[in-house]
């Protein structure tokens, strides 16, 4: 049967992860209620958080974590020569994550902290898997949110519009009538930041990192212009700004 471009009655789906913590897989494997729904769409063939079966004829890929190894490249291609659809989700993969930071330092310094005296010869910079591939779909967060995750596989399925919110954080920080985390001193990156996450840190009092890297249209002029207007620390700011490699092309900029 031929259901909305995919030979199948059930969309077969596979979950893969490369240099990551696999909390985004373990965000969806996670058994609320929404999961049975959504699984009773799918036909998983590949997504070892939820079964051990590993087959590889899948339509639609998502891909967890950020590539830093030579063999990780070559299981990608082959990831994505498989797949119709190929969706980077989690910030690892979006972005590159918190693992580009070690791209600030030499290469032998990283395996000689890691691994001691160790040869290791596959490593290379942590890089975002569109580096590599063409990716069709992608969904920001540290870790991704499992609803928006649903929605989009959902959206696939029946090709309906699909979209992540173009605002900023600080939307949805102010419909939670949180106190902003500016007057208490904080860099919090929620006026530049994607929403979606529906503020979760900022409602925890820890300021916004940029997990879901830049929002719509942002004014980075003002914002800086604001971290400086508060008497905060630039330098803070540009750390954040790095943390998750979201901002690459503004700091770039501004270098």
Known sequence: MNHLGFDTEKLKIGSFDFTCCEGCQLQLANKEATLPEFLALLDI?????????????YDIALVEGSITRSDEVERLKAIRAQAKVLVAYGTCACFGGMNAQK????????????????????????HKISDFVTVDYSIP????????????????????????????????????????????????????SRAGCDAVCPSGKT???????????????????LVRDKGLSTEEMREKLAFY???TEYLNHEG
């Open 103 to 126: 791209n600030k330092f030499p290469k032998e310094e990283c395996i000689r902290t890691v691994y001691g005296d160790k040869e290791i010869d596959t490593m290379q910079e942590s």
């Open 207 to 225: 300021p916004c990192l940029g997990c879901r890297g830049p929002a719509d249209d942002i004014n980075y002029a003002s914002f800086t212009d």
């Open 245 to 247: 490699n979201g901002f």
């Open 141 to 192: 967060g540290c870790p991704v949110n499992k609803e928006e995750v649903e929605r989009i596989v959902v959206s696939i399925a029946t090709r309906s519009p699909i979209g992540l919110p173009k605002y900023p954080v600080c939307v949805e920080c102010k419909q939670r009538l949180n106190t902003c985390l500016f007057d208490l001193g904080e860099v919090c990156l929620g006026p530049i």
């Open 45 to 57: 063939r590949n997504f070892r958080e939820i079964s051990s079966e590993r087959l590889d004829d």
